[in-house]
């Protein structure tokens, strides 16, 4: 039998720490040892501190774990963070520095230099970051970040455009789920039958970290791509789901045939490349009215993103509807894989297997 | 005591028609003397006929009218428009050729050349085609028409920086309520809690009808604005009032100031003008969170728009959110004044005085 | 020119605050002189201190007022309290101490022998107990309670067929709006597309409060009345009205028509008595479909409750649909009707007069 | 290999029909071989037919089908129903004089004396109507029905309780999802944030259905159960799952504990008796708020139901929540378990067996 790498989870009673223990309870590479949260919920059993959203009952394995404090005495050295960004910068920086590796879905430090900040199916080749960051903080920890949730489901849509075609300008309208704001979120009597033009930094978080994506990797630092990108953001009464309405130019001009290729070939090299990695990571629709929420956010397991109505636009070249769970491919599981690449290339092996005394071997 | 204009209202049982009633049974100037429907509904009371949705009762002086069938024989010469677009086309067209004035939300005819498609505030002088029509057609009758929904609420706030700065490039996302469906419209189980990215012909008639409306009058026929403009629609759990996330480029280049002015400017050329204007045809926010529907769309009794956060965009010069809504300003309230703009500019005040034998002074 | 009486109000950030703000600034007797909250608020003008979720915006005389502490310092003796329950015991007690008069919406109170628990027009007898209230206290304070808002809109219901024909048992499933729970109350995620059937507390609530409210006074007590009520509490998807389905045994058995005419005749004495009443306290619906909260829930702005589709129960003996604008006659409305019969029946006049200068003949 | 009993599926575009073709293409025993539906359906591909709602894509084996019209020219001889209740009654009945077996979800015959109305769970004994029915029609064909959506949640909350301490009285109020209206159904503006307090016919459905269903059967034939039951129904804006509200009196009157074991007995007598029964057909909360449309309609694949918050009632004994799938355990999960009944039990095999020539054994 393989041994599993012990992990623990900051912030594990939002909602990002919850649809993270559904995605890991069951994992063949981690076992959640342990879970962490704020001052209210440390020194509670799990099941106490929690008001548990997910659709599975709460995993036995975890229901009576003590939640700890976000302080750096675990003995996972792999540690998810949900954690909400008002507290997660620092909390993670420490612990960075006390040599564990954070795996985080939070804002704080993704526009930082040397911070990866990653979709791996996407720039996998940012991971090389990682060397610097260690240096910087003269620790063998380090923080790898994945993007906000509107963002990885745009960079995803935009990947198989960039890589083959280039990419000079972006309009990006969004219609988000109120899930993305977190738990409680956005009251009830704000939304009901309402569409709220504003979400707080969210226009910026999508335009500033599309173009590190996109960056290059070269001489250990991230050079950004050369491109314009405008984002407005709504909050709509969905409860998961991001739907975005997107315009773009390309570089080189191309029949709709190709933009569809395009989609294909990149299904073709990262499909199931990693263990959470889905069969598709996009989807493709003929029918006009589609993706939709109630149809498609759980498209394989929520982690494939589905796009549909691509045609021309009479301002930019095309434009056409994208769609992501944002709690799960916007935000959990894009964390999830991002720690499967670090284990599969053996980046963090022989720190992790040093400290577990695990054989490398079993963890590919 | 002034004598009204005896006026009548055909598809009085469509959300549309029901909103004329709405607001024509107290109007001032009309009497709703005549209602007519499709065969379902001739020959009922307007009350058995219709599944009344408006939230004021059904008003006394319409509950016992006798549904007609849309046939030229109207004792009103003047007759607003609320019909389905499956049947509006043919029988306008033969109601006009028989004398009568078709006031039409529909969309049949909205861009035939000699037929007027108006928003009063912004392309008044397009009035100017009815002299063309009734030439044509050798009638009295013309019909003169007000544009879709949507692009009635993007063309109000387009026309501040189109007058007076020039426009050259415009993207809109639209998040659309339920209500522009018509009743019953949108099933409940195709849009609680979900977005649908497409609505049939939309973006189409958003892209062509606005450039008609910016287009200019001369030598009795419009030339079309020279703009690119693009839109992508969705329909989200709204009951009332259209959203839209719009990005702009002027031609000429300007500060946010001066922007905020030319909508000031355009107010105080419009405002009050007609009985149903609004006090002011756009009000704008300086939260960045509004406008909403839930707060908003009855602004100015629903004859208003409103936008807000009017920000730098990236790839174009400005974006910014306005709503309005959709069964009001987006329809039969634009009807209403153009109706009243045809009585307050005599158009049709020869013909209507000999046809009622009204003394012309009561109609000022 | 009347000169009004200043009051006060306290919890004015929250949603009852907010609405007894709406129903108050335009006041013919009363002037918003004061404004109070927690801690958090206290120091702030209103308009930073206060998330607004008022149609109206906020009213020009109060957006400037620096709320204050709860503390006994108000100039205002008479202050209206939408305090959160968890503060409101000992403020609203401490104030009543103190010689201010408070008309509270808040739960704390309701249930103490000596203070009244009052909805005008069912149980104005129940004013009776200021009187013991004073004793008790020894002080010129007092306070005045209106029920949960589930319980006015019932006890309203109710009260024309217990006056005329006596009521022995009562089920009543209520399906209520998310504004019950003020604001943010219910998060989005847990209610969109979603029942709740569960509302902690309130069940107990509408069992217990609605024995007082129909209970006699005699003796300076309140003698409780002998009936059996059971209450089934739902949150539903809805923004505002709480929708009662209640089934009723009475104690002398009547026809339908009787039934009616205890409604038309309570409605009789009732109406139109004090400056907030309803024209109709209570309307009947012909209609089996209705009332429903998109059409209903402001009628006679919000200040009259409506009845619906009554059938006969095999259970017990008549059952029918309750429908009640929760924060209005449910709340903040009744308690503005609560300070108005204190005023026009003199019960506060010699104190108010005393203290504020004013002229008794110009508050009738 | 096992060979499948063919199957045909009428009105098989609608909402119930969707639901069946889902419930059945993967089916061990049945295959679904024909399709049928209206005029507007027949001969073309179920895929042009239909306008799919299911979460699963439309199941391969049946896309290309061609939709047949209703005529008794099936080769199947085991005949779901889904058909719309204007056109069920006559189709069904001329198919089962034609020798056909309708297992149907419409509500048509469900009263009729000789026609079984079935939960197997709850009253399997009175399949043995199926005998006198065919006596009556002189035919080989009978219709069994299963009760209406509402009714099947209710009676299979009640049956432990009528079966181990009967029950004397029940109000039952429903809170409805739209699903249970059928395609298109509820038009969203009626709906969107407001509660319909009316369903056409469905308190009477419930309140009839149940003691039919409770009723026993003796003699050939059904008496009546001897309940006094009263429903209150409503349309709320959740998309699938009926809650309900119910308060009952039992017979005998036992504590809480004898409650809850009586629902625990209930479950061992009846889980996974059939291939499509649930592993818990009753599954019981101890969480006050539970259960929820968004947490617990899919419990057991939608075939289990939930109950919660059992706790006393002032009025009758025992009042609680309980929660079922309308589509699945409330229509067509139910049909198939009534089809799955009567293979199991050998009642129409031999029948089946001479059309089909197909081996006995292997159907059990």
Aim: aromatic share 8%.
């Amino acid at each position: 039998m393989k041994s599993k790498i012990k992990i623990g989870i900051l912030g594990c009673t939002g909602a990002v720490g919850q649809k993270l223990i559904s995605l890991l309870y069951n994992h063949p590479m981690f076992e959640i040892a342990e879970l962490a949260a704020s001052e209210n919920s440390a020194g509670k059993t799990f099941e106490k501190a929690v008001l548990w959203k997910e659709q599975i009952p709460i995993p036995s394995s975890v229901k009576s774990l003590i939640v700890k404090n976000c302080l750096p005495k675990f003995e996972s050295k792999l540690l998810f963070s949900g954690l909400d960004s008002r507290v997660a910068g620092n909390i993670e920086m420490e612990l960075a520095k006390y040599g564990y590796i954070i795996i985080s879905n939070s804002k704080n430090h993704r526009m930082e230099e040397s911070v990866p900040l990653i979709i791996p199916e996407v720039n996998s080749s940012h991971f090389g970051l990682i060397k610097s960051q260690k240096k910087k903080w003269n620790s063998e920890g380090f923080i790898v970040t994945n993007p906000n949730c509107s963002t990885i489901i745009l960079a995803i849509s935009l990947a198989p455009l960039y890589k083959k075609f280039g990419l000079k300008k972006i309009i990006v309208t969004t219609l988000q789920a109120v899930s993305g704001a977190g738990y409680p979120g956005v009251p009830s009597y704000d939304i009901l039958g309402n569409v709220i033009p504003f979400i707080k930094d969210e226009e910026d978080k999508i335009e500033k970290e599309t173009l590190k994506i996109f960056g290059k990797f070269k001489k250990n630092k991230i050079t950004f791509a050369d491109l314009k990108i405008s984002a407005l953001c709504n909050r709509v009464p969905v409860k998961n789901g991001h739907t975005l309405s997107v315009s773009v130019e390309t570089e080189k001009k191309v029949p709709k045939e190709k933009i569809l290729n395009s989609i294909v070939n990149f299904n073709k090299t990262n499909n199931n490349s990693l263990h959470s990695s889905p069969k598709n990571i996009i989807d493709f629709f003929e029918q006009f009215d589609r993706p939709q929420p109630m149809f498609d956010i759980n498209n394989h397991n929520g982690m494939g993103i589905t796009i549909g109505n691509i045609r021309k636009c009479n301002v930019l070249d095309w434009k056409f509807t994208v769609l992501g769970h944002n709690l799960i491919r916007g935000a959990a599981g894009t964390a999830v894989l991002n720690a499967e690449w670090l284990i599969k290339n053996n980046l963090t092996l022989q720190y992790l297997r040093n400290k577990f005394n695990i054989n490398g071997a079993e963890l590919k």
